[in-house]
């Protein structure tokens, strides 16, 4: 009787150990073929960066002799880096001034809330909720008639009220995670308001007010609304400019995708750093 | 005691005050100003081709906007696009979740190569998509079905709408990918082995136990993915511009038009007023389930 149980246990566990193997292979194998699915178009359009126009065009091959001529033709022709650095004006100007409105603005609610402090959160939050297009026409008649339009003041501002929402509420949820004793200890040694949030919670809070930084650079980075309808040659960022390849006459996918590929790149990586603190900025708290 | 607590309580009621005071009245003022000089043209005669004719139209633009075809066209158009982008990210994204969750070799990587569509910016990968992968000539996908001997198809003569929803349901899949994935992190595992031990296959885990953890942060995904869907615009813009005829024009592309192709201020208001309405017929629904979340 032992033996016989014996006999049977030990082919079942080689078996089980087998299935459990090759389920892990099939997970591998499922895994890796979707996740290259839906990356394919990113990694195709940095392929094609690197290809002439013509073998642009051509049948799809991974097999062709890398130029960096797009590239070239790309600052040369077109002055790539003006958008870029409209951009970067752009999404790191908003940036600083959001969190330069939205720090004591969470400092507040978050240390030294009262009644309304909630429902001043959740009013902020609707803002936020309010469709671009429904206030386009005041928009631009305001920009057209302050000199706004095709300006990066114009869109700084608007970028800047655009992410206000979110910071504050990212903000918010990182400060109230901080420790209270720490601030109180701290005002116990006599520090004022101002040297508690400048030596102990600014510090304390910097990789919450980092990431949150960071979302708020990538949401002004991409956004395209705004860009493509207030601004037209000076102060386009390289949302716009890309878009100014949608023209029909004639093709110009590797330069095109040399452009997308210098204009995403930063982005991407960001994003790949951040995805989990961005979770907290996307649904306002709602998903940890 | 009292007295110091309540005089304390003052004191820290004003510094909260004027602490949130800049943040909170320039978003007052962003928030007022436009919406209240929306609501007042769209009562209002205002054409910028037209400047003699100004004054109180009353509820014309509406009537105008509302008796136009091409207003239900547009709608028609958004309430499609919202409505397949959202089942496709929405049961794509659980299903991804769940994949994403079992552990299997350079799972890591595999996941952030499916989250990277979602910081692509929206005209990257709507001309991306609409030259290199839906050409009808020299396209990927023009090329993968020739050499299984279909004919290729013209994605946006013949599809216009469906190319749409492809490209935008792309970069939303990974929005929805990225929230589910977080919330399954909180799923008790101890549960799920529970389940399994009392002989409950994949299929049973995944509707008893898995999408019940799952409701809310799918509900969340939902409500803002529709908040955002509603007023698609650059996708659009740079890739059929509305067209051909009204197959790819919604409301947010409709109001564009109106306002700065036709310069018909009033009726572009009025479309705004109600682009306003839907959208806030959605976000009363997330703020509730935001508040609630805040008790907690």
Redesign the interface.
């Known amino acids: 009787m032992t033996t016989l149980s014996s006999k049977t246990a030990a082919p079942r566990s080689v078996s089980g150990w087998r299935s459990a193997q090759s389920k892990?292979i099939l997970?591998?194998l499922?895994?890796?073929t979707?996740?290259?699915v839906?990356?394919?178009?990113?990694f195709?359009?940095i392929l094609?960066g690197f290809k002439t126009e013509s073998a642009?065009?051509?049948?799809?091959t991974l097999i062709f002799s890398p130029t960096l001529e797009s590239y070239q033709a790309v600052q040369e022709r077109s002055g790539y880096a003006r958008f870029a650095l409209n951009s970067v004006a752009v999404a790191f100007g908003s940036t600083f001034l959001a969190l330069l409105?939205?720090i004591?603005?969470a400092?507040?609610?978050a240390f030294?809330?009262?009644k309304r402090?909630?429902g001043?959160?959740?009013w902020?939050?609707?803002?936020k909720?309010?469709?671009?297009?429904?206030?386009?026409?005041?928009?631009?008649?305001?920009f057209r008639d302050t000199g706004l339009l095709d300006t990066r003041t114009g869109l700084i501002i608007i970028y800047t009220?655009m992410n206000?929402?979110i910071v504050?509420w990212m903000l918010y949820t990182f400060f109230k995670d901080m420790p209270k004793d720490i601030l109180e200890a701290g005002r116990m040694d006599g520090a004022s308001?101002l040297q508690e949030v400048f030596f102990l919670l600014l510090p304390l809070t910097l990789p919450g007010i980092a990431s949150t930084g960071l979302l708020s650079v990538?949401l002004s980075?991409?956004e395209?609304?705004w860009s493509?309808?207030l601004t037209t040659s000076n102060a386009a960022p390289?949302?716009?400019y890309?878009?100014s390849?949608?023209s029909p006459e004639g093709?110009f996918?590797a330069k095109?995708?040399a452009a997308?590929t210098m204009?995403?790149a930063p982005?991407?990586i960001?994003?790949?750093m951040t995805?989990?603190q961005?979770?907290r900025g996307?649904?306002?708290?709602?998903?940890? | 005691m009292n007295k110091t607590r309540a005089s304390g309580r003052t004191v820290g009621g004003l510094r909260t005050l004027s602490l949130q005071a800049p943040a909170v009245t320039l978003l007052l003022l962003w928030m007022i100003v436009p919406l209240g000089m929306t609501l007042w043209f769209s009562f209002q005669y205002y054409n910028l081709l037209m400047p003699g004719m100004t004054g109180f139209a009353g509820l014309e633009n509406y009537e105008y906007l509302l008796t136009d075809p091409a207003l239900w066209a547009a709608m028609g158009n958004t309430l499609l696009l919202v409505g397949w982008v959202l089942a496709i990210t929405v049961v794509g994204g659980t299903l991804l979740a769940v994949l994403f969750q079992q552990e299997f070799a350079g799972r890591g990587i595999a996941r952030v190569l499916a989250i990277s569509p979602f910081f692509v910016m929206p005209t990257v990968s709507a001309l991306v998509w609409k030259n290199m992968m839906m050409h009808p000539s020299n396209g990927v996908l023009a090329w993968l079905s020739e050499s299984i001997g279909l004919p290729a198809v013209d994605w946006f003569s013949s599809l216009p709408l469906t190319s749409i929803v492809i490209i935008v349901a792309w970069q939303w899949l990974p929005f929805a990918l990225l929230i589910l994935l977080t919330a399954m992190q909180s799923l008790d595992e101890d549960q799920v082995e529970a389940a399994r031990m009392d002989g409950a296959g994949p299929v049973a885990i995944f509707f008893f136990i898995t999408l019940p953890h799952l409701k809310r942060a799918i509900s969340v995904v939902i409500m803002i993915e529709m908040i955002f869907l509603l007023t698609i615009f650059a996708e659009i813009f740079v890739t059929t511009s509305g067209g051909p005829g009204l197959a790819t024009t919604n409301l947010a592309y409709l109001i564009y038009i109106r306002a700065l192709l036709d310069f018909d201020v009033g009726t572009a208001s009025a479309g705004g007023v109600i682009a306003i309405i839907l959208a806030n017929i959605v976000a009363i629904f997330l703020v509730r389930m935001v508040a609630k979340n805040l008790e907690d």
């Open positions: 892990r997970l591998t499922l895994g890796w979707v996740a290259l839906i990356f394919f178009p990113i195709w359009m094609t642009a065009i051509a049948d799809p409105l939205a004591p603005a400092y507040a609610m030294l809330p009262t402090t909630k001043t959160l959740l902020m939050l609707s803002t909720m309010l469709p671009s297009v429904g206030v386009l026409v005041p928009i631009y008649l305001i009220l206000l929402p504050v308001t990538i980075w991409n395209a609304f493509l309808n390289l949302t716009a890309i878009a390849f949608s093709l996918w095109l995708s997308s204009a995403i982005i991407l960001l994003g790949w995805q989990k961005m979770v996307l649904t306002f708290g709602a998903v940890k």
